[in-house]
């Protein structure tokens, strides 16, 4: 079964300090990788994605994700946190033979990040 | 550039009235949409998804339907609301193909009484 998890329901980091918000997948056929960020009543905003090649993804500001082949992993990382980081992530997976052309994702349940000053 | 509407921003409607929510795409052709409900601001549910007009794809059983009636919009409904249809509800698109990225609405914020 195709499944996305975010083990954290919230993750903690004061400002400045690294941080890290995990993702494991599961899904048949090669993964495509998906992080979204949402700030409150807003939409999804995407951050970036893992098609191919390289391991580690750089997206939009300052995020940047590693994916993981043999642990089945995609955890979204940023070398400094601020405090305006502080929102809903979500991270999603699709593949060919799970979404093929309708371009349907798995979300997982979301981790709350919150980055004090 | 793409964008993608979606209106009302927020709605109160009492239980057993009818819902009409819309989704617009502009600047993109033959986008695949996708409707979401998500609950107490966590996971996202899928509603339903359409790959063209007219094609509506169900993911869960429910008091909603959708339909596409142009390219680029796309339309929930419910003759008859529920307190627990409640909740956020997004629209998205993406153009085809399982490693493009959904790009989302603003949202309508649906509360029923």
């Known amino acids: 079964a195709q499944s996305v998890a975010q083990p954290e329901d919230q993750v903690n980091v004061a400002e400045g300090n690294p941080l890290t918000v995990k993702c494991t997948y599961s899904?048949?056929?090669?993964?495509?990788l998906f992080w979204y960020v949402q700030y409150p009543n807003r939409g999804l905003q995407f951050l970036l994605k893992?098609?191919?090649?390289?391991?580690l993804v750089k997206g939009s500001y300052g995020f940047e994700a590693e994916f993981n082949k043999s642990q089945t992993s995609f955890h979204l990382k940023k070398p400094s946190a601020l405090v305006s980081d502080s929102a809903l992530y979500f991270c999603?997976?699709?593949?060919?033979?799970?979404?093929?052309?309708?371009?349907?994702?798995?979300f997982g349940k979301g981790t709350k990040l919150s980055v004090k000053p | 550039s793409q964008t993608i509407h979606q209106w009302p921003a927020t709605l109160v409607q009492p239980v057993g009235s009818p819902l009409s929510l819309e989704c617009t795409v502009e600047?993109?052709?033959?986008?695949?949409l996708y409707w979401y409900r998500q609950a107490a601001g966590r996971g996202l549910q899928l509603l339903f998804y359409?790959?063209?007009?007219?094609?509506i794809s169900s993911e869960v059983p429910q008091n909603l339907s959708a339909s596409r009636p142009q390219d680029r919009q796309f339309i929930l409904s419910s003759k008859k609301l529920l307190l627990s249809d409640s909740g956020f509800y997004l629209c998205?698109?993406?153009?085809?193909?399982?490693?493009?990225?959904?790009?989302f609405g603003p949202g309508t914020r649906l509360t029923v009484l």
């Open positions: 999603a997976v699709s593949s060919r033979d799970y979404g093929g052309s309708q371009g349907n994702l798995i």
């Open positions: 893992y098609i191919t090649g390289d391991n």
């Open positions: 359409s790959v063209g007009i007219g094609q």
């Open positions: 998205a698109w993406t153009r085809d193909h399982s490693y493009n990225e959904q790009f």
């Open positions: 899904v048949s056929g090669n993964p495509y």
């Open positions: 600047g993109t052709s033959n986008p695949n």
